[in-house]
């Protein structure tokens, strides 16, 4: 014998190697050519005040529900239904403001419109979970079952309660309730201050220009920190990486896989409601189409992100990166005149394609495949 | 011998329907030795490894650990009773970490679960100590499952049951699927956890020859049925293979085969 063991084989690295070798690598490389290409073409417009205002409006639109998206596929599944969710919340909220609460409870406030709507969405959430786990079925039929079947749903209620699928011209709740402005303030306020006291952030006129980024930004930041420190540094995140990874194996050494699944179902419909509950006290509007292919790019953002398509692995900060990515990219149709929107859509499917190779790499790096 | 058996089998009848798959088998396995379960196909080890670790309950018969009589209603009951199994595909997961893999499911945590936060380090320590007591120095407890041999996977399955309280531990068939280098490693793991003198150990495998190397006691099972048992001194080479080939003599087989 040698003196050399089976572990001497695996290289120490470099502390730059790693960096370059982490699964956020790739998406944080993209992340940052779209911002300088962006940047370029936009003559900067895009990160002035009130691009980078715009645009992070959007990136945490995306961020919130990749987020949720992202969790559930590490843990193995896939939730189709996102997108109908956040119509449905949209729905749910706006019409209770306007029409009052259900089975003549009287008038609606903020806060009541959207606790009962969380209810009825994280109910829905863990019935989906719930048949999931049961029945054994692929979550992609059963969560494309809901994205039907709620569309449908929140379609039909608009009509038959508000004669439209359309709420608008809801009275401005943020004036009046603390609870609105949690959902459709503004934020960072200090940073745009701060900004106008040293000389920038200034209009025509020379005055502030730009106030503060939507509110929802802070929930994007708060999901993701919630996120990052579940998914790494608790027990249920050891146990959403193993149930992803090799279910049996997980439950054989007692992880609650069906519990596990179960609840990360209800965290992206908390995140789909979120997502709409910003929106609908934003605009103090609503509207049976919002939300639509909204699951398909948080998946896409996902899988951006680093995530595996199998579950096992990913990352909360990769899905960040892919956030950013799309954000921009969905947006630069406003700050870049002369370029076609949808190339939004082209770009979504070649950096998709280009992800899922990348990934796949990654995957077979880690478990020692050729 | 005066030692008593940790676990000690009693005609432990398992039918499913129609089938009989175990036909009163029994069994003593003393704690420090390996008790080497062997047979074709089909003979039935495999069931009673599954009634052993509370998979399946037995039809009838009786299990005692430190002769008290027990009954595993669950593989729950057998974990909690020190039983702990290694079956084949070893219930490792490739894409995670020696160290979470080696917690898996029971997780050192401060604060309320499942939310509590992980005590990284302190599970990578243990992890590392547990390994290196085991005979493999793990240079990175970080390093995802799927970078290790087959023989490194094999062994921080047994060294996991081990640190959770395995009084007896079952290895389905550790070397089958291994390469000739990793099957020496496992048996060097083997006879190691052999030497703590706590552990008893049942090793199950097809192969006469790791068996012989290893074990002090050897029962061979045949169409549900014990049809050899004893110790290394009271069984010969020739009745192992015998045995082994579920009590079909060797001469047979060649007479049979020089008429075709």
């Known amino acids: 014998m040698s003196g050399r063991s089976e572990s001497d084989r695996l290289k120490q690295e470099s502390l730059l190697m790693r960096l370059v070798r982490r699964p956020e690598a790739g998406a944080f490389f993209v992340m940052v050519v779209v911002i300088v290409l962006v940047t370029i073409a936009s003559n900067g417009n895009a990160i002035n005040p009130l691009g980078i205002k715009n645009n992070l409006a959007i990136i945490a639109q995306f961020g919130i529900i990749a987020t949720g998206a992202a969790l559930l596929m590490i843990a193995g599944e896939f939730d189709l239904s996102i997108g109908s969710m956040i119509g449905f919340a949209g729905m749910s909220m706006a019409m209770m403001l306007k029409w009052g609460l259900p089975f003549g409870l009287g008038e609606a406030t903020p806060a009541s419109a959207f606790f009962i709507t969380l209810a009825m969405t994280l109910s829905l959430g863990w019935l989906i979970g719930t048949i999931v786990v049961r029945s054994g079925l692929s979550s992609f039929i059963v969560t494309l079952a809901f994205l039907f079947g709620l569309r449908g749903t929140t379609e039909v209620a608009f009509r038959l309660i508000n004669q439209s699928t359309q709420i608008s011209g809801l009275p401005d709740f943020k004036q009046e309730y603390f609870f609105a402005r949690i959902f459709g303030g503004e934020s960072f306020g200090w940073f745009y201050d701060l900004w106008f006291a040293l000389g920038g952030n200034l209009n025509r006129r020379d005055e502030q220009w730009v106030t503060g980024l939507d509110v929802r930004v802070v929930w994007w930041i708060l999901i993701v920190l919630l996120a990052y420190i579940v998914l790494n540094r608790t027990q249920m995140g050891n146990w959403i990486f193993a149930t992803g990874d090799n279910k049996e194996s997980a439950r054989a050494n007692g992880v609650p896989v069906n519990k596990v699944k179960i609840g990360l179902f209800m965290f992206t419909a908390f995140c789909a409601t979120i997502f709409a509950a910003c929106q609908v006290f934003d605009t103090n509007t609503a509207d049976a189409a919002k939300g639509n292919l909204k699951e398909l790019e948080a998946i896409a953002i996902a899988v951006v992100g680093g995530t595996l398509m199998t579950g096992g692995f990913g990352s909360v900060i990769g899905v960040v990166f892919g956030a950013v990515t799309f954000g921009l990219v969905a947006n630069a149709v406003f700050y870049i005149p002369w370029i076609d929107g949808s190339w939004y859509r082209v770009f979504v499917g070649v950096v998709l394609l280009a992800a899922v190779f990348a990934n796949e790499r990654i995957r077979k790096r880690i478990t020692g495949g050729i | ?260």
């Not at chain 2, 003593?28 to 030795?33: A, C, L, T």
């Not at chain 2, 069931?47 to 209603?73: C, D, M, W, Y």
């Not at chain 2, 060097?188 to 097809?206: E, Q």
């Open chain 2, 1 to 260: 011998m005066a030692k008593q058996p940790y676990l000690k089998v009693e005609s432990i009848v398992k039918k499913f329907g129609p089938f009989t798959a175990l036909n009163g088998v029994s069994l003593d396995v003393y704690p420090g030795e390996v008790h080497a379960l062997l047979g074709d196909n089909g003979a039935g080890k495999s069931t009673l490894i599954k009634v052993l670790s509370g998979v399946h309950a037995p039809t009838s018969g009786q299990i005692h650990i430190e002769g008290k009589p027990v009954n595993f209603r669950s593989p729950r009951d057998a974990s909690n009773a020190g039983i702990g199994t290694v079956y084949q595909d070893l219930a490792v997961n490739p894409l995670m970490s020696v160290t979470r893999n080696f917690f898996m499911g029971r997780e050192l945590t401060s604060g309320p679960r499942p939310f509590g936060l992980l005590k990284m380090d302190e599970m990578d320590r243990i992890t590392h100590d547990e390994m290196l007591k085991i005979g493999i120095d793990i240079s990175d407890p970080q390093q995802a499952v799927g970078t290790m041999s087959g023989g490194q996977r094999q062994t921080l399955a047994i060294a996991r049951a081990i640190y959770f309280g395995a009084k007896v531990l079952i290895l389905d068939e550790p070397t089958s699927a291994l390469g000739q280098k990793q099957q020496m490693e496992v048996l060097k793991t083997m006879m190691r956890v052999r030497a703590r003198g706590d552990i008893a150990i049942i090793f199950i495998t097809h192969n006469e020859i790791h068996s012989k190397l290893v074990a002090d006691r050897f029962t061979f099972l045949a169409l549900g049925q014990v049809i050899g048992a004893g110790t290394h001194k009271e069984l010969e080479g020739e009745d192992i293979r015998r045995l082994m080939a579920g009590g079909a003599e060797i001469k047979d087989l060649e007479r049979d085969l020089a008429e075709l």
